[in-house]
Structures are given as C-alpha cells and as structure tokens.
C-alpha cells in the first residue's frame, strides 16, 4: 500500500525550540509539499520541492525552512517555534509530468502544539 | 484572498438527504480535485475531471466541472454517516504542478 508517512501525530514544543517535521513516501514521486491546515484558513502552501535539493517558497514560508536531501524524504523546519505556528501540518506527494491524472497522496498530519 | 471559494462552509444534514457542495472560482483551471478528509487524517483523493462539462460519478457522489473549467459541485445522494467529513476542491493551474484549495465544506450526516 503506498503512502505517504509523517514521522509524529502529535508533537508539542516550547516557544523558541527548533522543531523538525519529518515525511518520507515510497511512491517515487518527484513532487512534494508542505502545507498547513487551520480553521477557516483552509490549506496553506508553507514550501514544496520538485527534484532533490530543490525548493521553492510556497504562499507562507516566513518562519519556516525545508531539506530535501534524498528523494523520499522532504523535512519542515521551524526554526524557532512560536504559538502562531500552532497547527495541523499536512505533507504531500505527487508525480511530475501529466499533471490532471496525478492528485496529491497526503500524509495523516502532524498536530503540533508550541506553548 | 483565496483562489477557490466553497459553499457551503458547514452543512449538518439527516441521512437518506440529498446534497449539493460549490467550488467556485474566477480563474479558469485545467483540472480539478476534489477530496475527503476525516478528523485527524489527511485528504483523500475521490477523483479528478479535466474537461469544462465533465460528469464523472462515484457510486453515490456525482462530480461536475463547468463548461467554462471555473467551477465544479459534487452531488450526494442518499447521504450515509460514513460520508461526513471536510470537502475540499483543489484546482491545478495551467503551468506548475501545484494544486490550489478551497476553504473546504464540513459535511456532518446524522443517523
């Protein structure tokens, strides 16, 4: 069963803490991305990347960097965490190339809490 | 200001009811998705329509994208509890590989 795995559900951290968020998919796709989730904001583009050592600044990455070393895996770092930066974090994959038959696969998110 | 608007926002309705959910938008796509998420998991893909006037249909969920490749609704019918969760339309521009979200729609069907 392919997937798209994100290495914590739920993480809490302290104001001021670097905080990594981890996902690795097995599908071999060439996109991924980063997205936020909020109440009444919908899904935020933080950053997505589209080949290895690639990345590209999404609607709202103030606050945040990314790594994508090696294919499978593209990580989310906070650099230092704030309450504003409470939320639900949903990572996602996807093929390049023949773009309407390919939807995202999502990972199940990882709730984080900074206090 | 968000690309893709849905309508509506929350919709509580009794099993067996009918309902319609609108993703509507000013810019013109070249395909667009709609998915399923369920509380504490990600979306779902349910399916993707790629040509203005395409109906495709999921055993009770009817998809429809506008002639015009601006909009798109998605039809339940006989709604089931198993259906309840948070609709989302994303909608893929011509160049790019990024898909825009609407604000989703929180469907809750009651027994």
């Known amino acids: 069963d392919v997937k798209v795995t994100q290495s914590s559900r739920y993480l809490v951290k302290r104001t001021g803490e670097k905080v990594f968020l981890e996902c690795v998919q097995d599908m071999d796709h060439e996109n991924m991305f980063w997205y936020r989730q909020d109440p009444g904001l919908g899904l935020r583009l933080i950053y997505f990347s589209y080949d290895v050592k690639m990345k590209e600044k999404g609607d709202i990455p103030e606050g945040y960097s990314v790594s994508r070393e090696k294919k499978e895996r593209f990580s989310l770092i906070l650099e230092s965490a704030s309450t504003n930066q409470t939320s639900m974090y949903l990572c996602?994959?996807?093929?390049?190339?023949?773009?309407?038959?390919?939807?995202?696969?999502f990972g199940s998110g990882t709730r984080l809490t900074v206090v | 200001t968000q690309l893709l608007e849905q309508s509506p926002q929350f919709l509580s309705i009794q099993e067996g009811e009918n309902l319609t959910v609108y993703c509507n938008s000013s810019s013109v796509f070249s395909s667009l998705q709609w998915y399923r998420q369920e509380p504490g998991e990600g979306p779902v893909l349910l399916v993707t329509v790629v040509t203005g006037g395409e109906v495709k249909k999921l055993k009770r969920l009817t998809f429809q994208f506008g002639d015009a490749r601006k909009d798109s609704s998605l039809h339940i019918t006989a709604a089931q509890p198993g259906d309840t969760g948070l609709y989302l339309c994303a909608g893929a521009r011509e160049t790019g590989n990024q898909f825009y979200f609407g604000t989703g729609t929180s469907l809750t069907v009651i027994p």
């Open positions: 996602a994959s996807s093929h390049k190339g023949d773009r309407p038959n390919y939807g995202y696969t």
